[in-house]
């Protein structure tokens, strides 16, 4: 799991949305209550990227990631962007596969 979180936060940082797409299943969720809405599928994953990482100039910084269990992860992420600073929880959940099928996002 930390391979693949190290992966997302590259693919973001470098605003790859192709590449951080490959890291999601078909019909992932990224369910973001500090936006209040959720982003499904890999269209909705793409528009959630485009606009809040790519769209912000977001660059995102490990702080901590703790492993609930072998598919479940807390992860705290510092952001900071063209919107200022922020510090975030994803909760991440990836299936059998290894992909991500759902992020449950919020800020502190």
């Known amino acids: ?13 470098a605003f790859d ?3 951080a797409l490959s ?12 936006v209040g809405d959720a982003f499904v599928g890999h269209a ?8 809040f990482f ?5 660059s995102s910084k490990l702080l901590s990631m703790v492993e ?3 598919f479940h992860s807390s992860v705290r992420l510092d952001f900071t962007g063209d919107f200022g600073h922020e510090t975030g929880i994803l909760k ?7 992909l991500i099928e759902r992020i449950d996002a919020d800020l502190e």
């Open 44 to 51: 909705g994953v793409r528009q959630y990227l485009d606009r």
């Open 92 to 98: 991440i959940a990836i299936n059998a596969t290894g």
């Open 54 to 58: 790519v769209g912000y100039n977001t």
């Open 68 to 70: 609930l269990d072998t």
């Open 1 to 13: 799991m930390q391979k693949l979180v190290e992966s997302f936060i590259a693919t973001a940082n």
């Open 23 to 34: 890291l999601f299943a078909a019909d992932a969720v990224i369910d973001d209550i500090s």
């Open 17 to 19: 949305v192709e590449a």
